[in-house]
């Protein structure tokens, strides 16, 4: 784990949580815009109210599989779902990793927030404009035919991910 923990608000009260594939790259741009600093692990942030966009765990792990396998020598995407479903371990790097071991158990005030309703939250929240983000590399656009296989050998490892993505808002 990084010593970045994420983004904080100048008054603050708020720290974002970037989780990879969940528009974080998208966020931390609008964060920096709105004068937002880094906070590092040490920093005053935990007693912080910490806003965390979470995602479909399929939809994520796909996202990260394809975009991995953009890479030169990293094998395709069809590849990589075969190993999963022969039982390889699903994590290829961080951004197939589980969305919640990008949560500190010292948080205390943590919104959950799907990331199809981000905008609207962060827009209701701070009056902030998210910029678009890119989830264009989701279920429908990836060329990958998805299996009941597949499907439920993500769904079996990342469990917990479930777990908080139907507990967000």
Known sequence: MPSFLGMGSTDGTSIYVPIPK????????MFQNEGWEKLYFGSDAWDREAY????????R?????YQRSRRPGRGTIEEMAQSVVDGAHPVLDENTMRQ???LLSSLHKITL??????????DEKWGFTLPDINVNLGPTEIPLKMTAKLDNAIMGYYREDFVLWHMAI
């Not at 965390?52 to 939809?59: E, F, I, K, L």
């Not at 792990?61 to 599989?65: I, Q």
């Not at 927030?113 to 962060?122: I, N, R």
């Open 61 to 65: 792990w796909l996202s990260g599989a």
């Open 22 to 29: 969940n528009g974080s790259s998208s966020h931390r741009v």
């Open 113 to 122: 927030v799907k990331l199809e309703h981000a905008s609207d939250f962060v």
């Open 100 to 102: 919640g071991d990008f």
């Open 52 to 59: 965390v966009p979470v995602r479909h765990p399929v939809d």
